[in-house]
């Protein structure tokens, strides 16, 4: 039952390094986010997708809807973009959200 | 209030206890949704309000979990009977506007905090 596919798991990287996030789905969509999970346990979303890109600050999100998949890119990372991102995804027929198990990302100073 | 409230934020309960976890969404939300979210795992669906009809509930996983929102506000996720498989983190989200609607871009989601649940 995988409707979401997120990848990497988990992602090291140096700040200032630029960072891709991808997310495949199998269902059909009404919408896709990108959310960011802080270990506190509090979620933000970040970016509401069906179609196209979205832009807000160092924060990029892509999708295509014909290869059912989205890539979230964060540029000039920051120790403070550390957290977990999470794809979710909106199925066209319901109102029930998949998600995806995260990505935990860890930038070092 | 400023954002979805979720108490407690941490509960531990013994095989058997019932326990009642509390969401407190944004003033004026309509839609109202609860994920279970178990330790390395993204959230899955639980159950959906609108206002306070239970609109969709096909994610309870057993007739031991109960939700109701009776004034179309606050929201009580309640677990008869725990299991040490109930434990995760059981998080509250809200929207202002239905569901069902057409999608806008303006449209979002706030997420409450969470309660993590510990069963022994």
């Known amino acids: 039952k995988n409707e979401v596919e997120q990848s990497p798991q988990n992602l090291t990287a140096q700040e200032g390094e630029f960072i891709t996030i991808n997310c495949s789905y199998s269902v059909g969509i009404s919408a896709l986010h990108w959310l960011q999970q802080h270990p506190g346990g509090g979620i933000v979303s970040l970016f509401m997708l069906s179609s196209g890109k979205k832009k807000h600050g160092r924060l990029i999100a892509t999708i295509n809807i014909q290869e059912k998949h989205s890539s979230l890119h964060i540029t000039a990372s920051h120790p403070r973009d550390s957290a977990v991102y999470i794809c979710?995804?909106?199925?066209?027929?319901?109102?029930?959200?998949?998600f995806g198990t995260g990505t935990s990302l860890t930038v070092i100073p | 209030g400023a954002g979805v409230s979720q108490s407690p934020r941490y509960k531990v309960a013994k095989r058997g206890q019932d326990v009642a976890l509390r969401c407190d969404p944004i003033s004026g939300h309509v839609s109202l949704f609860w994920y279970q979210q178990a330790l390395g795992q993204g959230p899955e669906f639980l159950t959906y309000?609108?206002?306070?009809?239970?609109?969709?509930k096909s994610g309870l996983p057993s007739d031991r979990f109960f939700a109701e929102r009776p004034e179309g506000s606050v929201s009580t996720l309640k677990i008869q009977r725990t299991q040490q498989e109930d434990s995760a983190v059981y998080l509250c989200a809200s929207s202002p506007r239905w569901a069902g609607a057409i999608y806008r871009a303006n449209y979002g989601y706030t997420f409450g905090s969470g309660t993590r649940l510990t069963v022994v």
């Open positions: 309000f609108q206002n306070e009809a239970q609109l969709d």
């Open positions: 979710a995804v909106r199925q066209n027929t319901g109102n029930q959200f998949y």
